[in-house]
C-alpha cells in the first residue's frame, strides 16, 4: 500500500514539474525579428517585413510545382498511350499542373525580389538587404547609403498599392519592398537612408 501511495506520489510531482515547464515555455515571447546583432554584428534591424515568410514559401512551391508538372506531364502521357491510364486523366493532370504553375507564377511576381530585413551599419555608411531570389532563396548585399535612391525620387507606380520599389545608382535590379504591414524599427535611420518622405 505504501507502495503505491509513493508511486503515486512520485507521479505528481512529475506532471507538476512538467506543466510549470511548459507553461514557462508557453510564456516566453516569440521572436519574430532577425537578430542582427548575432547575424550582423555591427548593423542594426531598421525594417522588418513580417510576411517575407509566406512570399519565399509561394516562390518555392512554384518551383516544386515547376518540377513535379513537368516530370508528370511526360509520364502521364506514356501511360495514356499505353492505355494504363485514360487520356482523360492524363488531360486532367496537365491542365491542373499548368493552371496551379500559373497560379503560383503570378502570386510569386509579388514576392520576387521582396525585402524583408534591412541593416544599417553601425557608423550609417552602408546597408545590408536580404531579399528572396525568383525561387524564394534567401539574397543578402551590401549596399553604400549614398548608392540608394531616396524615396522621394522614385516614380509613382500603378503597383505602388502592392509594393514600392528600391532602386540603387550602382544597378538596374529593382527590389520591392512595403511600408504597410511592415515594422520600421528606427525611422530616424530608416529616413537616413530613404531620405524624409517616408511613403505610407
Known amino acids: 500500500m ?11 510531482k512529475q506532471l507538476m514539474i512538467c506543466t ?5 515555455k508557453m510564456n ?34 512554384k518551383f516544386c510545382q515547376c518540377v513535379i508538372t513537368g516530370a508528370g506531364i511526360p509520364v502521364t502521357s506514356v501511360l495514356a498511350a499505353s492505355n494504363i491510364i ?33 541593416y544599417l551599419k553601425d557608423d550609417s555608411t552602408s546597408i545590408k538587404i536580404a531579399y528572396t531570389d525568383f525561387w524564394g532563396k534567401r539574397v543578402d548585399i551590401e549596399v553604400p547609403v549614398n548608392d ?23 544597378s538596374k535590379e529593382t527590389l520591392k519592398f512595403n511600408i504597410k504591414g511592415a515594422n520600421i524599427l528606427n525611422y530616424e535611420k530608416f529616413r537616413l537612408v530613404f531620405g524624409d518622405t517616408v511613403l505610407t
Not at 505504501?2 to 505528481?12: A, D, G, H, P, Y
Not at 510549470?20 to 514557462?24: A, D, E, G, L, R
Open 2 to 12: 505504501s507502495f503505491l501511495l509513493n508511486s503515486k506520489t512520485f507521479r505528481m
Open 28 to 61: 516566453q515571447p516569440v521572436r519574430l525579428l532577425s537578430n542582427s546583432k548575432t547575424r550582423y554584428p555591427d548593423y542594426e534591424t531598421i525594417y522588418q517585413f513580417p510576411l517575407i515568410r509566406v512570399a519565399s514559401l509561394v516562390n518555392k512551391l
Open 148 to 170: 540608394v535612391w531616396p524615396m522621394s525620387d522614385i516614380p509613382i507606380s500603378p503597383l505602388n498599392p502592392f509594393y514600392y520599389e528600391l532602386r540603387r545608382y550602382s
Open 86 to 118: 485514360t487520356t482523360d486523366a492524363a488531360i486532367v493532370f496537365a491542365t491542373f499542373g499548368i493552371t496551379l504553375c500559373a497560379i503560383l507564377y503570378t502570386a510569386g511576381f509579388l514576392g520576387h525580389n521582396r525585402v524583408g530585413f534591412i
Open 20 to 24: 510549470s515547464t511548459n507553461w514557462s
